[in-house]
């Protein structure tokens, strides 16, 4: 909703319109500029909170230097079974990981006109397995996972702090990110200099 027309009822009309649309099929609502207020709305009309995340932007201003973990080394990524496999090492523990096959991931992120494989990293310890990897989609750090066995070990700040130096070589005047609000990697994120932007949500209403 554009900020001069909030507060006058045209998001419960829209509401109103996207129920009747809807009939008696389920109604997923997704906002990009969430706020208690729009939290309020929803919720009075019956639609549950499903997921929330920061939207987190980095202006290149001090871009932070972090150290390589010991032994760890990078590369450009290459699109395949083992960065398929270092992703779901890295997610399949998280609530609500969806699964997907090699295909699919793999075939999404080939298909994506704004994938930056050259700026995208795995990482990979000192026996040369990988422990965790970076997506860069033009401008926004889109992916950052790092097996379980590696966790809090800089690995996933090294990635990123890496993403950020390649972007700014590259000519972007920003970078971008998106995160769970309950992902401690948030606090992370703000460590190496990002700040939030807004929060988006998606909310759903159930017929059945």
């Known amino acids: 909703m554009h900020p001069d027309w909030r507060g006058r009822g045209l998001g419960g009309r829209l509401l109103s319109w996207a129920g009747e649309q809807a009939g008696d099929a389920d109604l997923l609502v997704t906002t990009e500029s969430w706020s208690p207020g729009a939290d309020a709305l929803f919720t009075a009309r019956g639609f549950e909170r499903t997921f929330t995340e920061w939207v987190q932007r980095h202006d290149f201003a001090g871009i932070p230097s972090v150290t390589p973990p010991d032994g760890v080394t990078t590369e450009p990524v290459t699109l395949g079974p083992e960065l398929f496999s270092t992703y779901r090492a890295s ?93 401690p990697a948030a606090e992370l994120y703000r460590r190496l200099g990002f700040q939030n932007f807004g929060r988006r949500a998606r909310y759903l209403r159930r017929r059945s």
Do not use: H, K, M
């Open 91 to 183: 997610f399949a523990d998280r609530p609500g990981f969806g699964s997907p096959t090699a295909e699919e991931w793999l075939g999404e992120l080939g298909e994506d006109d704004e994938y930056r494989p050259d700026l995208s990293l795995i990482a990979r310890g000192p026996d040369g397995a990988a422990v965790g990897f970076v997506n860069v989609n033009d401008n926004w750090v889109d992916q950052v996972g790092v097996v379980p066995g590696w966790r809090g070990r800089r690995v996933g700040a090294y990635l990123v702090a890496r993403a950020l130096r390649g972007l700014a070589a590259d000519g972007a005047w920003e970078a971008w990110l998106c995160v769970n609000d309950n992902n």
